[in-house]
């Protein structure tokens, strides 16, 4: 009797689960990131009311919507993925349908699918399984330092660069970018859904960590602490090249956008820098002259408005700390006229040098610094001095013009041969014979 029963029952399951399935899924929330897709059965008129939940017959058809990724697993691993929006035909499952594909093929698959549940005592032995993974941006994730995070302030004007502690506090979002991986190493074979508030402890910890390192690279970029909203994007860069091992290569997750609320340092760090800022100010001579100018005149304020010790006395002990000082702000201010007028002579360019064709002036080294041309060559003979020289005596150290080849010229028009001591004989240019009268030198 338990033979009949099972051969029955293989029967029956084998002739149930043959129906083509349609598997679909309602509107994720933002609140799940995973869901097992679940059959359509209409119990009012369907007859596919008894096959088995986890079993995906051949033919069957998968709806996948828009900010979904479906994903089917056969025994535990997957075998196929579809992240366009439409409509998915399962064709490769290892379970028959006599309603779709060959008949006779179909009918024969279905017998022996019957022998094999017979052997099982009229179970499926199969798990197959579809799920729907949530791949829109999954936004509103809070953040907020509770301790204080270092940060690398740097500012060239003032040859600045200190570590200072601050506190930020903001949102994120992230998005699903591998189903895979993230079915995988994350979510695994779940029986009904999958839930942000699972990860989302996991995620704002490993945040935290990371912030320390991705403000690093923002501080490297010359980006000041209190200029970090209004650089969101190269955060978000900047966190996901640290959290690209941890979430994009083992979880399938990136970070998308990066908001920042407001940041802070402490008072402490905020008048260090301020201080330093304006003290830099002061290697200006001008800005010295007008600080100081400035303090005399509140001074002076501040003398006549003493009727204790007398004014006399207040104007005294000003002059006293002037003089102890070792600057006034006349001294300060000739010294800035000083500078502004050794400012145009330094931005001036060098005089002198020599033209080049293209109309470059001041050149000084053998080739122009504008289009790389030679320097031409001047006319004369150079003496071992280094002088170049028109006449027969050398104009610097008095040496005599050495005797040498004759180089020619026509005295007509000026035309020049290449070979300056081998002439034609006559010039192409006006036709006059080269003689005596055209030699240079």
Avoid at 93 to 111: A, C, H, M, R, V
Avoid at 422 to 440: A, E
Wanted: charged share 20%.
């Amino acid at each position: 009797m338990g033979l009949i029963s099972a051969a029955m029952g293989a029967a029956s399951s084998a002739l149930a689960d043959s129906w083509r399935d349609y598997f679909y899924c309602e509107a994720l929330s933002p609140e799940v990131l995973v869901v097992k897709g679940a059959k359509r059965v209409n119990k009012s008129h369907s007859s596919n009311t008894k096959g088995d939940e986890n079993i995906i017959s051949n033919g069957s058809i998968v709806a996948v919507n828009e900010g979904q990724c479906m994903i089917i697993v056969d025994q535990g691993k997957v075998v196929e993925l579809c992240a366009d929006p439409g409509e998915f035909v399962y064709d490769e499952s290892t379970e028959p349908s006599i309603f779709y594909g060959n008949l006779g093929q179909s009918i024969k698959d279905t017998f022996a699918q019957i022998g094999k549940r017979l052997t099982f005592g009229g179970d499926t032995a199969k798990d197959q399984r579809v799920y729907y993974i949530n791949t829109k941006e999954i936004i509103g994730n809070k953040y907020g330092t509770v301790n204080p995070v270092p940060f690398r302030v740097v500012d060239k004007n003032i040859n600045l660069d200190v570590d200072i502690s601050i506190r930020c506090h903001g949102e994120y979002s992230y998005r699903i970018v591998d189903p895979i991986l993230f079915y995988t190493n994350v979510c695994g074979n779940v029986s009904s859904e999958y839930n942000r508030e699972e990860i989302d402890g996991q995620l704002k910890s490993e945040l935290m960590t990371a912030l320390q390192p991705a403000f690093a690279k923002i501080s490297e970029m010359g980006i000041r602490y209190s200029a970090l909203p209004g650089h969101t994007t190269e955060m978000a860069d900047a966190l996901n090249d640290v959290l690209s091992k941890k979430w994009g290569e083992l979880r399938g997750i990136e970070v998308v956008s990066f908001g920042v609320n407001s940041v802070t340092a402490s008072p402490e760090d905020e008048k260090m820098i301020k201080d330093l800022q304006r003290t830099a100010t002061m290697k200006d001579a001008s800005m010295g002259a007008a600080a100081l100018t400035a303090a005399q005149a509140d001074a002076m304020k501040a003398a006549a408005s003493n009727t204790s010790a007398g004014p006399m006395m207040a104007f005294a002990g000003m002059n006293m700390a002037q003089q102890a000082g070792g600057a006034n702000a006349a001294s300060l201010y000739a010294m800035a006229a000083q500078q502004q007028q050794a400012a145009p002579a330094a931005a001036a360019p060098a005089q002198g040098g020599w033209t080049c064709a293209c109309g470059k002036t001041g050149n000084t080294g053998k080739f122009c610094s504008e289009c790389g041309a030679p320097q031409p060559s001047e006319e004369g003979w150079t003496c071992t001095c280094g002088t170049v020289n028109k006449g027969k005596f050398c104009s610097n150290c008095g040496a005599k013009k050495p005797a040498g080849a004759p180089v020619y010229k026509c005295d007509k028009c000026g035309w020049e041969p290449e070979d300056k001591s081998n002439p034609p004989k006559f010039c192409p240019q006006c036709g006059d014979k080269f003689d005596d009268d055209d030699v240079v030198k």
